[in-house]
């Protein structure tokens, strides 16, 4: 699957650009703040519909305008395909496939996919764990239609059984009849996620494993976990045993909204003790395997994108991380850095072509 060209009208600090790329190294260089990071942000809205960075939508219109257009035009199984995302103020978000309005937006995560690796995904090691199963979420959503769906009405019926929780503490009276329906509901969809889940990072640790050992040139242990209260008990008798906790809390303290990947370096903690560029390997370690990972169920390469990744990577992780990603194993890739001497000399040195792009102040030319 390749872009091969990117329309934008009044997208964040862009009024108008139009850019056409090569199929293998896109590289876009300029000083903090010239918006190139917003180009790979584009390329985002385009393959699962949404910012990387703001989930806001009508934030990324240009100040002072009222409605954003990001247009793409993809080459995929040898057919061409276009796609467009507009947006009016005051008005619904319209995401098009050949011109043709898609009637909910889920349907098309997965058709396009795509690997963003940025600054931002610190997040992963540093915030709660929320933000990691978000991750494991959206991988395995891009490859299994249904899981999103299934996902969705979880957290239903979890917001049904919360909602009910709340009551129970206002009205001191509770109804065991319709407490054993909300949780036979959340077990249901619950156990269906917890499943794929499992199979999921099964398949995905080896991955992970595989580029960790290559970027770190076997000289650090590092370890990727699944962890799940599902392991420990059967989901409906956790939930009977928690109920006085989850009365006295107003919420439900079990399940597999609970889920965490755990992350660590020579078995000890990856956020406290792995030094900057020990965190961001293991970040960049964690979204190559994705990129396999779809590959592999997907029988395409999807697009690769490198959000000012060079930073607090030592000169032979650089090396070995741009060596393996411009070759054979991964299609095309899309780049950000502030320094053109930089990118020339890692391209030259590993002798793979690159198209360059100066960035300033959304303004795009060829170098």
């Given at each position: 699957m390749w872009l091969k060209q990117l329309s934008l009208l009044n997208f964040k600090n862009y009024s108008d650009a139009e850019i056409s790329f090569s199929d293998t190294v896109n590289a876009f260089v300029g000083l903090n703040g010239s918006g190139k990071t917003n180009l790979l942000d584009a390329i985002h809205y385009l393959c699962l519909c949404k910012s990387y960075f703001n989930p806001i939508d009508i934030q990324q219109i240009k100040i002072g305008e009222d409605i954003f257009l990001i247009q793409g035009n993809?080459?995929?199984?040898?057919?061409?395909?276009?796609i467009s995302c507009g947006l009016k103020r005051n008005q619904k978000k319209q995401f098009k496939r050949n011109k043709k309005e898609y009637e909910k937006l889920a349907d098309h995560i997965g058709q396009f996919p795509l690997v963003m690796i940025s600054p931002y995904d610190i997040n992963l090691v540093m915030d709660g764990s929320e933000d990691r199963r978000k991750f494991m979420d959206s991988v395995i959503s891009q490859t299994n239609p249904n899981y999103l769906d299934t996902l969705i009405t979880y957290n239903k019926h979890l917001s049904n059984r919360n909602a009910f929780l709340k009551k129970i503490s206002e009205s001191r009276h509770l109804d065991l009849d319709l407490l054993e329906i909300y949780n036979d509901q959340?077990?249901?969809?619950?156990?269906?996620?917890?499943?794929?889940?499992?199979?999921?990072?099964?398949?995905?640790i080896p991955l992970f494993n595989q580029y960790y050992t290559y970027l770190s040139g076997e000289q650090e242990l590092v370890d990727l976990k699944f962890q799940s209260q599902l392991f420990e008990a059967d989901f409906s008798s956790q939930l009977v045993q928690s109920l006085s906790k989850d009365r006295a809390l107003e919420r439900t303290t079990v399940g597999i909204h609970k889920?965490?990947?755990?992350?660590?370096?020579?078995?000890?903690?990856?956020?406290?003790?792995?030094?900057?560029?020990?965190q961001k390997s293991f970040l960049i370690a964690l979204k190559l395997a994705q990129?396999?990972?779809?590959?592999?169920?997907?029988?395409?390469?999807?697009?690769?994108?490198?959000?000012?990744?060079?930073?607090?990577?030592?000169?032979?992780?650089?090396?070995?991380?741009?060596?393996?990603?411009?070759?054979?194993?991964?299609?095309?890739?899309?780049?950000?850095?502030?320094?053109?001497?930089?990118?020339?000399?890692?391209?030259?040195?590993?002798?793979?072509d690159i198209k360059i792009f100066v960035v300033e102040k959304g303004e795009v030319s060829y170098a």
């Open positions: 993809f080459e995929k199984n040898n057919q061409l395909e276009q959340l077990v249901e969809s619950g156990l269906k996620i917890f499943e794929v889940r499992k199979a999921f990072m099964l398949e995905f889920d965490e990947l755990n992350f660590t370096i020579h078995g000890m903690s990856l956020k406290k003790f792995g030094s900057q560029g020990q990129y396999k990972y779809f590959v592999e169920k997907k029988g395409f390469k999807p697009l690769l994108l490198l959000d000012d990744i060079f930073d607090k990577l030592d000169d032979l992780r650089i090396e070995k991380l741009m060596s393996m990603v411009s070759h054979h194993d991964f299609g095309q890739i899309f780049i950000t850095d502030t320094s053109m001497d930089r990118i020339k000399a890692i391209f030259d040195k590993i002798k793979v």
